[in-house]
């Protein structure tokens, strides 16, 4: 089994509609975190949070809210979606400890109609 | 502000040769991480190795090295004896300072690596 895992992996709604990306992770980590990927722009930070009760904004967290329900759960959501949300999600986990990278969910393809 | 670039938007390489992808790194502060990553068609990230600003030697892991060159503010990613299965995407990304407020990775935009038989 995968260490992160994203669900759904794929996704096609509609403008307007209510989405949630979930994340679930077995390693243990406290650090949590969501990126999204558009073409040609790399990954950009979302949203992160070090444990349960620290949630912060990444560098367009705009249109988009988290929740850390457990230390092994973090949901991003996407209260009205719009056309220009459409990207590739990942969520990652990492320790705690600088040297040490973050380890990515197999990611959600997104795409609002 | 910490920036990543990678100026080579794709590149090709013969199976078994070697490659060296380019990432250039800026920040004023004197401690950080260079990772790089692996993303195949697929779509998954793959972390690949790391080299932190202390480091007095270079990063190696397996086929992959990474060329450090502080002064220079690059840390460009060598790949030994191109296989098929390394045609990828390539992400160069940087920690924020050790002890950062965000701990979070700034990367690339990524260069695409082609490995032809």
């Known amino acids: 089994d995968a260490d992160v895992t994203q669900t759904p992996r794929n996704r096609i709604t509609k403008t307007g509609k209510r989405i949630m990306l979930e994340c679930s992770q077995t390693?243990?980590?406290?650090?949590m975190y969501w990126y999204r990927q558009d073409p040609g722009l790399g990954l950009r930070l979302i949203y992160y949070?070090?444990?349960?009760?620290?949630?912060n904004k990444g560098e367009i967290s705009d249109g988009y809210s988290v929740s850390r329900q457990a230390q092994a759960k973090f949901s991003l959501s996407l209260e009205s979606a719009i056309p220009n949300q459409t990207a590739l999600y990942f969520c990652?986990?990492?320790?705690?400890?600088?040297?040490?990278?973050?380890?990515f969910g197999d990611g959600t393809r997104l795409s609002i109609l | 502000a910490q920036k990543i670039t990678q100026t080579q938007p794709g590149m090709f390489v013969q199976e078994k040769e070697a490659v060296t992808l380019d990432c250039t790194y800026d920040?004023?502060?004197?401690?950080?991480?260079l990772f790089w990553y692996k993303q195949p068609s697929s779509g998954e990230m793959i972390f690949l190795i790391y080299?932190?600003?202390?480091?007095?030697q270079n990063a190696t892991e397996g086929r992959y090295s990474l060329n450090f060159q502080k002064a220079r503010k690059s840390a460009n990613l060598v790949i030994s004896a191109s296989q098929l299965g390394d045609s990828a995407m390539y992400f160069c990304?940087?920690?924020?300072?050790?002890?950062?407020?965000?701990?979070?990775?700034?990367f690339g935009t990524g260069t695409l690596l082609a490995v032809q038989p």
């Open positions: 990652a986990t990492s320790e705690a400890r600088d040297n040490q990278p973050q380890h």
């Open positions: 990304a940087m920690r924020e300072p050790y002890g950062g407020a965000t701990n979070k990775l700034i």
């Open positions: 920040t004023s502060d004197p401690s950080y991480g």
């Open positions: 949070s070090f444990d349960v009760k620290d949630i």
């Open positions: 080299q932190g600003s202390y480091d007095q």
């Open positions: 390693k243990g980590h406290d650090r």
